[in-house]
């Protein structure tokens, strides 16, 4: 059962969330909160697996609550809930860890399974967003020397995942097994530091890697 916490300030869309997400079988809301400072404390207190975070909140804001639940031992993640598409402040919340970003007007089957998704690790958000997101608000940084450490390969398989290819995308194109195309990934995410795939795109968007 995915545990899923849900910190906004608007309660008739807290409300809307949650019936959506008790309708499923295999994830339930464990807690609500109005604001950030709220939304930490119900982390620490029921240890939910996924965070829906608003951005814009009174008392304390979605990109301050994220930094500070991220610096927990064995964080949850967290997806951050936006009304805009290009937001720069979501491009700041997943740069500092969040795992992606939905619009609050997603489809409610595109919400769940970005649930479902960030869950498993297996799947960016709304990757042609989320590289548009950094398109737009590029922060290029030189290519740091860890790159160096990927080899041929898995710098091929790392520019692909950077497009947003997912595993079966890459393995059918690099006539590879979806199994193998797994571990390339997280040799790759370990080699670089990363956390999941929304972080690849991000550290290659930054540093001028998606070409």
């Known amino acids: 059962m995915i545990g899923v916490a849900l910190v906004d300030d608007q309660s008739l869309f807290r409300a809307g969330i949650r019936m959506l997400v008790d309708s499923q079988p295999d994830m339930r809301i464990i807690g609500e909160a109005g604001d950030g ?14 965070v829906l975070m608003d951005i814009r909140m009174p008392v304390m804001d979605g990109i301050e609550a994220t930094r500070e639940i991220l610096t927990r031992p064995d964080p949850p993640r967290i997806i951050m809930l936006t009304t805009f598409d290009l937001d720069e402040a979501a491009a700041r919340a997943i740069r500092g860890g969040a795992s992606g970003f939905l619009l609050k007007d997603a489809d409610p089957e595109f919400l769940l399974a970005a649930i479902r998704g960030v869950h498993t690790g297996s799947s960016v958000i709304a990757a042609a967003e989320t590289r548009e997101l950094f398109a737009h608000y590029a922060d290029r940084k030189p290519v740091p020397e860890v790159f160096a450490r990927l080899t041929e390969r898995e710098r091929e398989i790392f520019g692909l995942a950077a497009r947003g290819l997912n595993n079966a995308e890459i393995a059918a194109r690099e006539f590879l097994s979806e199994a193998t195309v797994k571990t390339h990934i997280s040799r790759i995410l370990t080699k670089l530091a990363l956390r999941d795939r929304v972080q690849l795109v991000v550290f290659a968007h930054d540093h001028g890697l998606t070409g």
């Open 37 to 50: 400072r709220a939304g930490i404390t119900l982390v620490d207190q029921e240890r939910p697996d996924i």
